[in-house]
């Protein structure tokens, strides 16, 4: 499909907007009410940086939640299936956020930015309503807001070199998901080890919506040694590395047990966590589904736009592909899927239904690529 | 600006995508993570469509969110700003949602199915995660979730005509906001008297996704005899007719007293609901800003599609421009803005920074245009 996008101040534009503009920018998507660029013209290229150099991405869209006051710690962990209580100032943790039925409804990345104050940096979905919603209802001593903060992600194998080059060797030390406050010629910021790639990689969290291009052009500057260019998030690199897409991956209604997460959701801790009886059901009785790898047959196709339906070799529907794309380091068709368990197990051969005609498949392992592989 | 919107399944496509594809749909956007249709390549003709015969809007991503139990009632109470004590089954009321802040955080209608079962029929912002987050930490007995329904509107004054043909007579006795549960032809739906436009309309709310092409064509069908065509919310005649456009007109902050909205919320009433404090403070303090009417100076403008900022002949920051169009009927620029209150009196002359340089406008009244005007 080919459509344009009707602009409108419904949909806010990012800080970094005028830059990616000026930087050639052809396609956007909208992710959490904001514009977020999802192209500049050339695929293999943008793909080619962010494997083999470093690119620079506006991230703005990830916006953030903070939850602040004497009970912001107690509100988090509310939502929280990981135990927060020994989190560091300046630590962020990956976070599966479940509502009362066990569905997974946001995977942000959780900041500690002070004993009292937290930020969840969010996909795609208004967590500022869900985390407002129970502060409103349980009466805690907590302000709930979305602060002026946009990430700028730098990705790649040289985004370390870059990120060095910016503010000191000091980043190389950081951990990740940890992240420290600095300033890069006042323009304010944190400096993050994260972003939504498996390549090395970087994210600045402008403090201040004013300074977009001037972030956007002084990273640029300092990248250029480095090989650094504009980018966005990619499917075909994410579908290598398996990277969940919340929305795309998750439907409506998949839980961390279907999603093959459960590594980060704590079942048996003290704190409680809105979720936390539903997820119990759902690991005792056995997840109904599987996220799986699948190899899809040749010719190679293009990038999925549907939930393609995945059948077993007697024509029964098995489930439906998530993403579908040809893997250009691999050099054949991979797809993520969400599939019956009874369908899950490596070696399985499916049956996809594409736009290019029933293509026979076999269940595989994810993620495609390693890190660093 | 001119961009492609990359396709993905994070965004959903509507039971109608197929149906507004075949009929020429060149633009989107995108609505509740859906995309909805804005243009089908002649703005005029759609625009004259809606005015003077009856156009067909896929309105999908107008989504529900369904709150059903036995403490349903008592949830949405606490939610809605107007008494719902005495809504009787088949009556819709228009709801404007708070915060604790008081900020409108979006404006549905509210349907109630059952006497134990309710529809949020949702403006672009999760509210399935604010009513789900409550319900959550309320424990209140209740089920909340989005239900398959889809609606399709018929707009402009050949409306009621078309949905007679399609049901019968008695859709002429159905009062603003009513609806009735029917059927055409085995699809089930609801025909209720709604539509985000200011010219007669209906909708009818699919209950099957799977019937969506079926629907498209029955009504396109039965249309034809009294000009039927596709078409999509209108910028212009929003203005013109002075539609709140949520998250547009609202900005992240804006109360009802701002928004001069006021008449839809009863502070004075026995039920307590979220932000009914906060938004008396704002009544004892007097709103900050104002929404207000603007002409523009001419020649012509194209859409805005920024807050153009709005000063004082001093040069001062009164405000800035939440939608500004060249108004077809009225043939002069109009425009809906959000100025601060000392700015916000009829007849005040004002100063609009427009992309085609400053502008001289005057403050109005709203709206431009009155229904059946």
């Not at 009970?71 to 135990?83: F, G």
């Not at 927060?84 to 990345?109: E, F, T, W």
């Not at 090989?227 to 290598?240: K, Q, S």
Request: glycine fraction near 10%; proline fraction near 7%; include cysteine.
């Amino acid at each position: 499909m080919a459509f344009g996008i009707t602009p409108g101040t419904r949909i806010r534009k990012s800080p970094f907007f005028d830059a990616t503009v000026a930087a050639g920018v052809t396609d956007l998507t909208v992710y959490n009410r904001m514009y977020m660029p999802t192209g500049f013209g050339d695929f293999e290229a943008e793909y080619r940086r962010l494997i083999e150099t470093v690119a620079l991405w506006d991230m703005a869209a990830e916006r953030q939640v903070q939850v602040s006051g004497p009970d912001a710690a107690r509100l988090v962990q509310m939502l929280m299936p990981r135990d927060i209580s020994k989190m560091k100032v300046g630590q962020g943790r990956y976070a599966l956020l479940n509502d009362v039925k066990g569905r997974l409804i946001n995977d942000p990345v959780l900041l500690k930015l002070a004993e009292d104050r937290y930020w969840f940096s969010i996909a795609d979905s208004d967590m500022e309503y869900w985390v407002g919603g129970i502060a409103a209802a349980t009466g805690l001593d907590v302000d709930v807001s979305e602060p002026d903060v946009s990430p700028l992600a730098i990705q790649g194998p040289n985004a370390p070199a870059v990120v060095a080059d910016l503010f000191g060797d000091w980043v190389h030390d950081l951990k990740y998901f940890a992240f420290r406050q600095a300033d890069l010629d006042g323009i304010p910021l944190l400096v993050a080890r994260s972003g939504w790639s498996k390549q090395p990689g970087f994210e600045l969290y402008l403090m201040d919506g004013s300074r977009g291009t001037d972030l956007w052009n002084r990273v640029m500057s300092m990248g250029l040694p480095h090989g650094i260019g504009p980018g966005a998030p990619n499917v075909v690199e994410r579908t290598e590395g398996d990277l969940l897409s919340w929305g795309a991956d998750t439907r409506p209604d998949a839980n961390v047990f279907e999603l093959g997460m459960e590594a980060f959701v704590n079942l048996d801790m003290e704190p409680d966590f809105i979720g936390k009886a539903a997820l119990r059901r759902i690991r005792d009785e056995g997840p109904k589904r599987r996220r799986v790898g699948l190899f899809i047959d040749p010719p190679s196709l293009n990038a999925s736009e549907d939930n393609w339906p995945v059948c077993d070799g007697a024509g029964n529907t098995a489930g439906s592909v998530s993403i579908a794309v040809p893997s250009i380091r691999l050099e054949r068709n991979i797809a993520i899927a969400l599939v019956d368990a009874a369908h899950a197990a490596v070696g399985t051969r499916l049956v996809v239904d594409t736009p290019d005609g029933a293509r026979d498949a076999m269940v595989t392992t994810l993620p495609f690529i390693q890190p660093g592989g």
